[in-house]
């Protein structure tokens, strides 16, 4: 019966000692001993076959950051999204290309890295960045992370656009972003949505873009 019992036991993952009455009555030192010595060996295994999850904070590791971006829509303004050029009667209005799908990757970037946003270091007072391009933003944002030693992960952003629709122009902008971040295309998500014609993108007068990125030290 002890002997199911243990199998048992050792099946569902515990470690079973057993000791006889007088061990524990009349020699007590030696049973405390050979229990510390399960414990410190149970200890060190798992240790052996652990593979600890590099952690985030000064000692680099992972770091998540989250971007949003909003942009109008006006005429005679050309429409610029994930770095490509989409033919529409409107287009997004904005200090530089006026690129929301970029703007909020590149805030997301920047946040996971602890370096402020695209405002502070692109500034809409600028000459410099009056009509920027956005895949230029885009390129100095991952230089801008590179520098205290961060390189992406992956990238997942979601377009909320009424018109037009977006997910024909996907896979292009998913290579034209993967070209300028030195990744893969698979490393980034894009998904595009409808607010079911309500708010300011439903009424369409402007396009509004999230975006999630992971980065690594």
């Known amino acids: 019966m002890d002997l199911e019992r243990t199998e048992y036991l050792n099946q569902m993952g515990y470690v079973v000692l057993r000791f006889t009455n007088e061990s524990v009555l009349n020699d007590i030192d030696t049973v405390l001993e050979e229990i510390s010595d399960t414990l410190e060996e149970i200890s060190l ?44 009667s409107k287009g997004l209005l904005g200090h530089s290309d006026a ?8 805030d997301a970037l920047l946040g996971a890295a602890n370096m402020r946003d695209i405002g502070y270091h692109f500034p809409d007072t600028s000459a410099e960045t009056d009509g920027m391009d956005s895949k230029i ?30 997910n024909p122009h996907i896979p292009a902008m998913k290579a034209c972003m993967a070209q300028i971040c030195g990744c893969d295309e698979d490393d980034i998500s894009i998904k595009a949505t409808t607010t079911e014609k309500l708010g300011f993108t439903g009424r369409e007068e402007g396009i509004s873009a999230y975006a999630v990125c992971l980065i690594e030290k």
């Open 45 to 88: 295994n798992a240790q052996s076959n652990q593979s600890p999850l590099p952690l985030g904070g000064a000692g680099g590791g992972f770091r998540v950051g989250f971007g949003f971006d909003v942009h109008q829509l006006v005429e005679g303004r050309d429409l610029w999204m994930g770095g490509i050029k989409i033919e529409h």
């Open 137 to 166: 933003i885009l390129r100095d944002t991952i230089a801008l992370i590179a520098t205290k030693g961060y390189h992406l992960v992956n990238i997942d952003a979601t377009i909320c656009a009424e018109r037009p629709k977006m």
């Open 99 to 106: 690129d929301v799908l970029l703007h909020a990757v590149c």
